[in-house]
């Protein structure tokens, strides 16, 4: 396995880490299995990479689309909140609609960005860098507001929603926030992955809400989530390592098509470790 | 503080109303102990008070905000969150939040779970679920006699432990109700309890208020003329053909 395929990883993990973040906010803190990632990431790379076309500068670029996922997000909860359908299946519809809408923001299914500026260039480790600020300007804000009054009346709703309302703590207000998070932070991880590859397709995201589940529950299987801090630590370090055991299985001549049976199996195996142990639930 | 005006409550699938026409009113201050047989309707009842339940129709008048402990610890705590959290969850209860850290709480939540007097300051950063049931129920009645409520309701909160526990949080609970001048309903089938404490007692049967005691005449209460009041009820019904459980 050659340096570069080791950095690669690492700058695809984190990456990924910031999509494992989104995915933990809502099944970890709100109790809300959420897989609109599945269509608010391809949808945060629509936006961005058509709004590099067409000239825009790639930071506010990346704000639209955050702004425009985050706004899907909280659809999904919506739909949730008002109609009542089932978390899993809101997610799901949005984001099979989302393939359509990203087909018309795009106007053809894919869009190449060579010829537009992003935030990154030729040198890995710089871009690794940028990557590692963004984190930092993600988690750190994440961390401090879980540890005031609102993050921990956040934190109640997922926990014990019937405590939480006794406590006059609106469930609905926080499951939207939560949603809009969740959804804002796969948009922000789409549009970056678009500046790096320079390269937009519509089926970008094909079953990443399992690689991102992958990362934060390989991240909670080695350092566990029964702490503040190490909750925040998991999605980081398990997409980390997810990305690297990739790579290796890669290397050792896995077929790139075979990735996906590769991924699922590597979450129910963690799955199935943790529920054979203690209890624990997705 | 409290008023009910004939209050009733059936449900489906049940043939007799659980509640049929509860009048019963509650001075500042009062603590009512609540007695009967299973099904008699005295869950309920706190359930009709707390707004958890509807009433089919009556009237139902409450002045202050309502704290309640009931017997299944895990419905009044957070047992994945410490004990910080849990007591600055309940400090915060109604007020409007802030983004300020919790961790200003800590000092004022150290003195409370001292003054529980059962050691548990140590486990302050420890998850609650670590706690034994006897000590976490504690924290529950801690929690809701903190949350700022003016009426206290307790459903059998000592029952599912055991008996040296719950003659501590018995006692930390009425020190604590008459320290902040509480107005507390408590249910209880621990005779001992409905004779020592409270300046009143009611006891339900068959969704009716049949014994009120109150006063002086409370004080003068004793284990022979409750368990007769007791029997006097209960064994009508078993002549009659048992009690509505539902």
């Known amino acids: ?282 | 503080m409290l008023q009910l005006n004939n209050i009733t409550k059936s449900f489906s699938g049940v043939f007799e109303p659980v509640l049929k026409g509860i009048d019963f009113s509650l001075e500042p201050k009062d603590f009512c102990m609540v007695i009967g047989a299973n099904g008699s309707g005295k869950s309920t009842l706190l359930k009709i008070i707390s707004g958890e339940h509807k009433p089919d129709s009556g009237k139902i008048k409450r002045r202050g905000l309502i704290s309640q402990v009931v017997q299944d610890v895990n419905r009044g705590t957070i047992p994945a969150m410490t004990l910080l959290e849990n007591v600055a969850l309940s400090q915060m209860r109604n007020k409007k939040p802030k983004f300020s850290f919790y961790s200003r709480y800590k000092k004022e939540v150290m003195k409370k779970i001292e003054a529980l007097n059962i050691g548990l300051e140590k486990y302050i950063d420890q998850p609650l679920g670590a706690l034994s049931g006897g000590q976490r129920q504690t924290i529950a009645t801690l929690m809701a006699i903190n949350s700022g409520g003016q009426i206290l309701l307790l459903d059998e909160h000592t029952s599912a432990l055991d008996p040296k526990m719950q003659v501590t949080l018995m006692e930390y609970t009425v020190k604590s109700v008459l320290e902040q001048q509480l107005t507390t309903m408590m249910i209880t089938h621990n005779m001992e309890d409905a004779i020592r404490y409270g300046n009143r007692l009611i006891m339900l049967h068959k969704g009716r208020i049949v014994v009120d005691i109150r006063g002086e005449e409370k004080a003068k209460l004793n284990a022979k003329t409750l368990l007769s009041l007791f029997h006097k009820y209960e064994d009508q019904s078993l002549l009659s053909g048992g009690e509505n459980v539902h």
């Open chain 1, 1 to 282: 396995m050659s340096i570069d395929l080791v950095l690669n990883g690492l700058l695809q993990g984190l990456i990924l880490s910031i999509i494992a973040y989104g995915i933990m906010i809502p099944f970890r803190f709100l109790d809300f299995a959420d897989l609109t990632t599945e269509g608010s990431y391809p949808l945060g790379g629509a936006i961005c990479a058509t709004c590099m076309t067409i000239g825009l500068h790639p930071v506010p670029a990346i704000l639209l689309s955050i702004l425009c996922s985050g706004i899907m997000g909280i659809c999904t909860s919506l739909i949730h909140l008002k109609f009542r359908v089932n978390t899993m299946l809101a997610g799901i519809v949005l984001s099979t609609m989302a393939y359509s809408v990203n087909l018309r923001i795009m106007g053809k299914p894919n869009i190449a960005l060579f010829d537009c500026a992003g935030l990154f260039g030729q040198n890995i480790l710089i871009n690794i860098l940028v990557l590692c600020v963004i984190l930092v300007m993600l988690v750190l804000p994440l961390a401090l507001f879980l540890r005031t009054d609102r993050g921990l009346r956040f934190r109640a709703v997922g926990l014990n929603p019937s405590f939480a309302e006794k406590q006059g703590i609106d469930i609905k207000q926080n499951t939207i926030l939560g949603l809009f998070l969740a959804g804002g932070l796969a948009g922000l991880a789409g549009s970056l992955m678009v500046q790096i590859q320079s390269y937009m397709d519509v089926g970008m995201g094909i079953g990443i809400i399992i690689h991102g589940l992958a990362g934060l529950m390989i991240g909670e299987a080695i350092v566990g989530n029964h702490t503040m801090n190490r909750q925040l630590l998991a999605p980081l370090l398990g997409a980390l390592v997810y990305q690297q055991i990739q790579g290796i299985a890669l290397s050792f001549g896995l077929a790139p098509s075979d990735l996906k049976f590769f991924t699922g199996s590597i979450v129910l195996i963690v799955i199935a470790m943790q529920n054979g142990g203690k209890h624990m639930k997705i």
